[in-house]
């Protein structure tokens, strides 16, 4: 036992001194709007609901796997290790290429809220976070957040730690695959079982990853992957609510 807690340390040394010499884990932030464009949906309501919404957190359905098999990356001849993450932005001390920064249940309703506020649906959107008491308002939207799955693959290309060289020259580290699920509802206030208008969004993101790109695009594809998900969302939104959403 001894022994695999001093390879999961080798191992996890290999990789920030490989970090450090590049310096190219990028920002580790949550970002909204998606960088590098930093915009939002180009989606505008020729038709405006003549009524208010507000937009609270999510509910968090998430798992809770945690899965940190470096250690194995410093072992002759294995082909790659793993770590997985349900909910990667929990995760106690990670290694610097699985940091994520962000509040996912609030972070993505509210960009659910400058979303919707920007198509011009309703004639107010507010977001209202979870200590705060719910405003006045005509509808109420919420929803459920299924996933956020977070899962990286590094290979010593079967030399163990000696393989961390190839990585400084050039060689991909491996891959990040990220997922993001979630299923949003809006329903008139004060009848939160009367649901008006639902939809379900769902995304999955897979960057090969090197020292010198890609390791903050698997980040980043939090933002990106919510955007696609709230393009065909918003658009839904906008043809169905005149009929649907009546104060």
Not at 33 to 53: F, I, R, W
Not at 151 to 180: C, F, K, M, N
Request: hydrophobic share 35%; glycine share 6%.
């Amino acid at each position: 036992m001894r022994r695999l807690s001093v390879v999961h340390k080798a191992c996890g040394v290999l990789l920030i001194v490989s970090l450090t010499i590049t310096g190219c884990l990028g920002s580790r932030d949550w970002d909204y709007p998606p960088p590098p464009e930093n915009t939002y949906l180009e989606v505008t309501a020729d038709q405006k609901v003549d009524g208010s919404l507000v937009v609270v957190p999510l509910d968090d359905k998430r798992g809770t796997e945690v899965r940190e098999q470096y250690w194995a990356s410093v072992i002759p001849f294995m082909p790659y290790a793993s770590s997985t993450y349900d909910r990667p932005e929990t995760v106690s001390n990670p290694s610097p290429v699985d940091e994520v920064t962000f509040s996912p249940s609030r972070d993505f309703a509210r960009a659910l809220a400058e979303e919707i506020r920007k198509a011009n649906i309703f004639t107010s959107v507010t977001f209202v976070d979870k200590d705060q008491p719910l405003p006045p308002s005509d509808f109420v939207l919420r929803g459920r957040l299924y996933s956020t799955r977070w899962e990286r693959h590094i290979s010593t290309y079967g030399l163990g730690p000696a393989g961390t060289v190839l990585w400084v020259a050039g060689l991909p580290l491996g891959t990040t695959e990220t997922d993001v699920e979630l299923f949003a509802q809006i329903a008139r206030a004060g009848e939160p079982d009367n649901v008006l208008w639902g939809f379900a969004m769902e995304f999955e993101a897979k960057e090969t990853d090197s020292l010198y790109r890609g390791l903050e695009d698997s980040v980043t594809n939090y933002p990106r992957g919510l955007q696609e998900g709230l393009r065909l969302a918003i658009e839904d939104l906008v043809e169905k609510a005149p009929t649907r959403l009546k104060p």
